[in-house]
Nanobody, 126 residues
Framework: QFKVAESGGGLVQPGGSLRLSCAAS????????VGWFRQALGKGREGVAC????????YYSDSVKGRFTISRDNAKNTVYLQMNSLKPEDTDIYFC???????????????????WRQGTQVTVSS
């Protein structure tokens, strides 16, 4: 069964940092792009960052470019999102997505499966 589990969220002050993890199980992420979406209650889902299957290319939304870094460790079957210089507007639930590609906006595209039930909460507040 294809599963991913997000972790690493929490409460942080503006300007702080967090590192999110997306651990896959039941399959290997090697052939796939992996990325992150975020969503708050009552808001639409927004692609944040995406990394190609070989890790050679990273894509970011304009809202996080220069502050967030996506990376992958295929040996650990895990993708990370390092978030620095966090702002209150980064407060959202963050979801990991396994996909067949990325677009230039940082959105994973052609998702292998839906994964909108868990996520990890990031709250940026003083």
């Amino acid at each position: 069964q294809f599963k991913v589990a997000e972790s690493g969220g929490g409460l942080v002050q503006p300007g702080g940092s967090l590192r999110l993890s997306c651990a896959a199980s039941g399959f290997t992420i090697d052939p796939y792009a992996v990325g992150w979406f975020r969503q708050a209650l009552g808001k639409g889902r927004e692609g944040v960052a995406c990394i190609s299957n070989n890790g050679g290319t990273e894509y970011y939304s304009d809202s996080v470019k220069g502050r967030f870094t996506i990376s992958r460790d295929n040996a650990k079957n895990t993708v990370y999102l390092q978030m620095n210089s966090l702002k209150p507007e980064d407060t959202d639930i963050y979801f990991c997505a396994v996909a067949r590609g990325c677009d230039q906006r940082g959105w994973p595209i052609d998702l292998l499966f839906d994964n909108w039930r868990q996520g990890t909460q990031v709250t940026v507040s003083s």
